[in-house]
C-alpha cells in the first residue's frame, strides 16, 4: 500500500509506533521497522542525550529499516537537554522526528537543517495548521479516543480527521482508537495517509515491558480508561485503578483549587514502577479506549502484516461490494 506517508518516510506500510514513555525503546522501535511500519523511540525516557545516543546504536544494530525518535517539548522550569537529544539524533543517523507537546518551531531549523522529517503530534486542527505553517513534513491527529494527552477539545476522531483533511495541504496520520484493518481503512477514508499506534504496539511480544502490562490491556474493555487532570488543563486518559481513582477523588474534592503538589504520588515517577516491574497500582498509566479493540499478544510482525492483509480484504471485498 503507497500512501503519503509511506512515500516521505521511506517505509513499505503506513502505519507509526507512537513514542510511549517506558516502552518505546530500541527492540520494539526495530520490530516495527522490522515489519515495515515507522518504529520510535521514546526520546525523554533516556535520561541524557549520551543515552539516547546508545538507544540509537542500539536500534541501528537491530533493524536496517528506517526509524524515528519521539521528542516531546514539556512546559517545565528545567528543560531537558533538547539541543543535545536533537545532536544525539543527527548524529545517530535518524532522519525521522516525532515531536509533542509545545510547538518544536525553535528547533526546526537545526532539524531541517540535518535533512530530518518532522511528524508533529496534534489534538486539534489549529495546532496542526500552526505545525504546517512552521515547516512540519507531516502531522499526527490526535483524537479524544487516545491514550496520553488528548488536548482540551474533546473531538473524536470521526470529526476531527475529516476536519484535518479539509484543511492541511501536508500528510497526516490518525492517532487515537487505532488498533486493526477497521482503523486502518477508515483514516484513508477519512483523508488520513496512515495510522499511528501506541496502545495497541504495548501489547505485543517486543513491546519490553512487564507482561502485567500486556495482560491488564488485554483484559480490559472500552469503559476501562479515565481521564485525569482535567482541572489542570492537562488532560490525559489512562488505565483505571486504585491509585487513579484515588487521584480522581481528590480532583473532586478540590475541586478549582487541586494542584499539582496535592496529586503528584499518583503520577510522578510511577512509570518505571509499573512499564519496568508490573506494578499495575502504582499510578496513573496512558491507556487509549482502544483497549477494548485489544485481545491478544502478537508479534509486531504479525499484527503488521494482519492489519495489512484484512485491510486490503476490506477495500477490495466488503467495500467493493457496496458499489
Known sequence: MKTRITELFGIEHPIIQGGMH?????????????????????????????DLAKEIAKCNELTDKPFGVNLTFLPTVSSPDYPGYIKAIIEGGVRIVETAGRSPEKYMPAMKEAGIKVIHKCTSVRHALKAQKIGCDAVSVDGFECGGHPGEDDIPNMILLPRAADELKIPFVASGGMADARSLVASLAMGADGMNMGTRFIATQEAPVHQNVKDAIVAASELDTRLVMRSLRNTERVMVNPAVERLLAKEQELGKDLKFEDIIEEVAGVYPKIMMEGDMDAGAWSCGMVAGLIHDIPTCEELVSTIMSDAEALIKERLSNFL
Open 22 to 50: 517506558f516502552v518505546g525503546f530500541a527492540e520494539l522501535a526495530a520490530a516495527v521497522s522490522n515489519a515495515g511500519g515507522l518504529g520510535m523511540i521514546t526520546g525523554l525516557t533516556q535520561r541524557s542525550p549520551e
